[in-house]
């Protein structure tokens, strides 16, 4: 099924990006960004270091404020008031490059604290749900342990357990394997890939070309403030139309 299959059978995006403009100071970043993620869609964010893929994504959670233009989620557009901004953001499940877990808590502890602070979960119920998914990510041996007793990998998985945990509608990835060692960038692709194959809107920032082509439904290169080129994995991956997607294959060794 295309983006536009979903959009269709699935009603208003949950993304919609209009206009977007982002500046820091006298540079520009973003310039323009048109872009819409349907429901259930994987969409794939490549291009060159600076092309402004990370500030996107900080831009739709509301991380960065943007400069022109307007955000939309699940049909309601993006305030920077504080309450309006916490409910926007609490639809949204964010995974960074670094893993972002509290030191001193355990694992099970991570992933519980904002089940209870933000949806009023009782305890009993954060724990029943943090259990289930340490068990999705291969990890609920590891509910007692603490952060640093784990990998790169396993931390990762877990950072993305916690996200779960809060029933986002919207998995935001900025690099979620580039601080990961080669041999444990694969657990964490792999719960990607679940979460892909099991209908999550996602918008994922990546580096790993094979993910992209494996589990994205759709590709969109960012490049010189803008949209390059976008579409299906094969078309932008292995035959793309344009000049600067076919510079930045080159660049990266996929032409």
Known sequence: MTSEDRTATGGEPVVRLRGIVKAFGSTTVLDG???????????????????????????????????????EVGGERLSYDEKHLNGIRSRIGMVFQSFNLFPHMTVRENICVAQREVLGRGAAEARDRAH????????????????????????????????LAMDPALMLFDEPTSALDPELVGEVLAVMKDLASEGMTMVVVTHEMRFARDAADRVVLLADGGIAEQGPPENVLLRPSSARGQAFLQEIGQA
Not at 54 to 66: A, K, V, Y
Not at 141 to 157: F, I, M, T, V
């Open 33 to 71: 960004i048109d872009l819409d993620v349907a429901r259930g869609e994987v969409v794939c964010l490549i291009g060159p270091s600076g092309a402004g893929k990370s500030t996107l994504l900080r831009c739709i959670n509301g991380l960065e404020r943007i400069t022109g233009g307007s955000i």
């Open 132 to 163: 289930a998914l340490l068990e999705r990510v291969g990890l609920d041996h590891k509910a007692e342990a603490y952060p640093d007793n784990l990998s790169g990998g396993q931390q990762q998985r877990v950072a993305i357990a916690r996200a």
